[in-house]
């Protein structure tokens, strides 16, 4: 089956670790894209990538880093600089030139 | 800026039909009104687009004002199954970056 496949669902880290969350897709999609999602709160955005080797920072890079190696792959790391990364984090696809995104299901990263 | 205004929340009872509100009046000529709905803890779903034309998918119907600063989502038969938070957006085909912010959404609870 096609998708955006996300990993880990849950995790765990503890203050000033650096923890990075997976992102793989089998769609062909061009461009991929890092939410950021708050209890009650609508979807920000970290970082996006519109081709292999390149991104750019959404609303709230800071404290984040992305790599683009691949174009089936779009890892996010949130640094110990992150001051409050306990959230739902999203990520999702869309061909170029395209109109809808397709997320995956989601990683919960909470903060101990 | 926001580009779109919903109500945070709305009932509907179950086999009624459900009509969200979405004002977006500083929409552009080109920029598209986009619906996506995400049941809790999970990813958005993408539900149906239009530019000026009213629109029907299997899932739902997209009223578009003539004025396009205005648009409704139609669930016809709503079942318990589409209790979710639905956003509305307005973008451009292909665009990227910061304009695929999503807001608060609509809290639709659909009631036996």
């Known amino acids: 089956d096609g998708g955006i496949t996300q990993s880990p669902k849950y995790l765990f880290r503890k203050e000033g670790q650096n923890v990075t969350l997976s992102c793989e897709q089998n769609l062909n999609h061009d461009a991929m894209y890092w939410y950021r999602q708050d209890p009650g709160q609508g979807l920000r955005l970290i970082y996006y990538s519109q081709i292999v080797n390149d991104f750019q920072k959404g609303d709230i890079a800071e404290g984040y880093s992305v790599s683009r190696e691949k174009k089936e792959s779009f890892p996010l790391t949130v640094t110990s600089a992150q001051k409050n990364p306990t959230a739902f984090y999203l990520c999702?696809?869309?061909?170029?030139?395209?109109?809808?995104?397709?997320f995956g299901a989601g990683s919960r990263l909470t903060v101990l | 800026d926001a580009k779109t205004t919903q109500p945070p929340s709305m009932d509907c009872a179950e086999g009624r039909a459900a009509n969200l509100p979405c004002n977006h009046s500083t929409i552009s000529g080109n920029e598209y009104v986009y619906w996506y709905r995400q049941i809790h803890s999970q990813g958005p779903q993408y539900i149906i687009h239009g530019l000026k034309n009213n629109e029907t998918n299997e899932m739902a119907s997209l009223i578009i004002t003539e004025d396009r600063k205005s648009s409704t989502l139609i669930l016809p038969h709503a079942t318990l199954r589409d209790t979710a938070v639905y956003y509305c957006?307005?973008?451009?085909?292909?665009?990227?970056?910061?304009?695929?912010?999503f807001g608060g959404g609509t809290r639709l609870m659909v009631k036996p």
């Open positions: 957006i307005v973008r451009m085909p292909g665009e990227a970056g910061n304009m695929l912010t």
């Open positions: 999702a696809g869309s061909s170029s030139g395209a109109n809808v995104l397709t």
